[in-house]
């Protein structure tokens, strides 16, 4: 971490999909060059902070700063020039483009033509199974190679923040190595990281930070050493659990709004 203002500051946010309210005075920050876990079971919240603090939900009170500069109603593209980058729960490329197409195109965007071909053998080497699928179409990837490839785009040009929203979500085991290999890397390269994770395990080995998420407000906020008692505590008040490193839950109160998570 480095010293200066946090690379997320997020300051009692609310929001809101029309009629329902999905996120009550959030406040939590991510320091500059710090991971964040963003913990909590399905419909908690944390796709829709996510979505939020890189501009593609807007917010209906509060304050959103990236590295100390106020981002609140900015929309998606605005937030991404101040220095955020943002991976979805999903895929995220181009399935009719191949691998070195999809990464051509997001590394002209951040680099420039010029710096092009060397920031395709920056991406190679970092992560060498997308070098022998360059020609393959994206679409035809598996899940795990895709979110890698979402990877790839960000590390060349680090952002200072990194939102990665279930990225390990579906994957057998060894592709979520390669996915928190790739995160690791990015972070050691300089990039912020808040990571919105049901793998709670795996993403506690990463973070020193974590935030808990309990109907839309923050139930716990501190490090992340401690964040497995705050996470099981707050599951066994909704009559739910943690197995496996997984979330169980009851679903006694509902379902979640479309894409929540």
Known sequence: ???GPPALAVEHVSAAYGPYRALFDVTFSVPAGGVTA???SNGAGKSTVARVVTGLLPSSAGTI????TDVTGLP??????AGSAHVPEGRGVFADLTVEENLKIAFHQRLGRKEVPAALERAYEAFPILGSRRKQQGGTL???EQRILSLAKVL?????LLVADEISLGLAPLMVDAVYDGLRRINEAGTALLIVEQQVDRVLGLAATAVVLEHGAVAYDGPSDQALAAVERVLASRGERVVGSQFVGSGAD????AGES
């Open 1 to 3: 971490m480095t010293d």
């Open 38 to 40: 963003l913990l909590g």
């Open 65 to 68: 700063r990236l590295d100390g």
């Open 76 to 81: 998606a593209y605005k937030v991404a020039r």
């Open 142 to 144: 598996s899940g795990g």
């Open 156 to 160: 060349v040009a680090p952002p200072r």
């Open 254 to 257: 509902g379902p979640a709004p």
